[in-house]
């Protein structure tokens, strides 16, 4: 198994990649975000980080990050993929990964749980159906990231 802290800095690597630096989409129940951060949830930190440059951001997130999700949620007591394949699913959907998470000790089954919850979110709410195309890829991409290793 890698070093904790090698774990956590790939973690926000891949995190980053994944969310981009800025979004707003009409419709996002997040609202605006940077580098995931939700103003929604967050609205002091994306406060914060929009008077910063992209750069200063992303170091002021990746201190956000390793206190509020990874530390909280203790990644780094999972096993390697488990731990980053978590994280990166805590920040889309925190709720229904902890409920996955508790299901499964099994990374692979764990992101296919998610992509039952995004397709059960789908069903009920038609008006995210414009998201799920992002949150599968989101699950694929983790996937072919970590299937390729194990």
Known sequence: ???????FTKAF??????????SYLQGDTGGRTIWGISETNFPEA????????????????????LTNFWNKYNCNSLPYPYNIIFFCMLINAPQPSIKSHNETSNWRDFLFKMQLYY????????????????????????????????
């Open 1 to 7: 198994m890698q070093e904790n802290s090698k774990d």
């Open 13 to 22: 690597s891949i995190l980053c990649s994944l969310e981009g630096y800025t």
């Open 46 to 65: 994306v406060s914060a980080m929009s008077a910063m440059s992209s750069e200063d951001s992303r170091t002021y997130a990746q201190s956000f990050y």
């Open 119 to 150: 397709s059960s979110l789908v069903d009920h709410n038609k008006d995210q159906s414009k998201f799920f195309r992002g949150w599968i890829n989101r699950t694929l991409r983790l996937w072919n990231i970590f299937y390729k290793e194990a």
